[in-house]
């Protein structure tokens, strides 16, 4: 199942969610540079995806600590990421958590058993009682796959974001810890 060691590594049913490695680049590079997952994700998350675009965030992602962001690999290759952005001051008891997967996968609920195993081990690992998520509100299957993981929809951020020139609602949803 999960495995605590100096790697981190979620050995799962239908994918491995990992540190990145920089040999991660060229497969994410090819999965990433897709306008599909682009209209689904923040702005920082380029598009066109680049060779570059991958190493850059590679070495970011390995620099963090706490290191935050995974790797999620099928067939022994990376083909998409998933990770958790800690809190501070009065909400360090929460993080936001994002993802995404290639195209190619979307369907096969391999992102609901990442998110499932990321989302205990960020409350475990660094004492939280939140983590949530805010999908566009057009994402419904970025929705179901959060409510496949437990997440429940406390809310709609009516015309709180822009994405693509078109401004758009955001959907709250939250995992809370059991106490």
Known sequence: ????????????????????????????AKHADNRKIWLNLRDAFP?????????????????MQPETYFCIELQRQAVGGIGFSLRSDVERVSAE??????????????MTEALRAVTDYAMTAHNLTRIYALPYAYNTASARVLEKAGFTLEGRLRKSVIKDG??????????????
């Open 1 to 28: 199942m999960m495995s605590r060691e100096a790697r981190m590594i979620f050995e799962l049913e239908k994918c491995t969610v990992r540190q990145w490695r920089p040999s991660d680049a060229q497969s994410i």
């Open 47 to 63: 598009h066109p995806y680049k060779l570059e675009d991958a190493q850059a965030f590679i070495k970011m992602a390995k620099n």
């Open 97 to 110: 958590i994002g993802y995404w997967l290639g195209e190619e996968f979307w369907g096969r609920g391999i």
């Open 166 to 179: 078109v401004v758009t609602d955001q959907l709250l949803y939250a995992f809370i810890a059991e106490n």
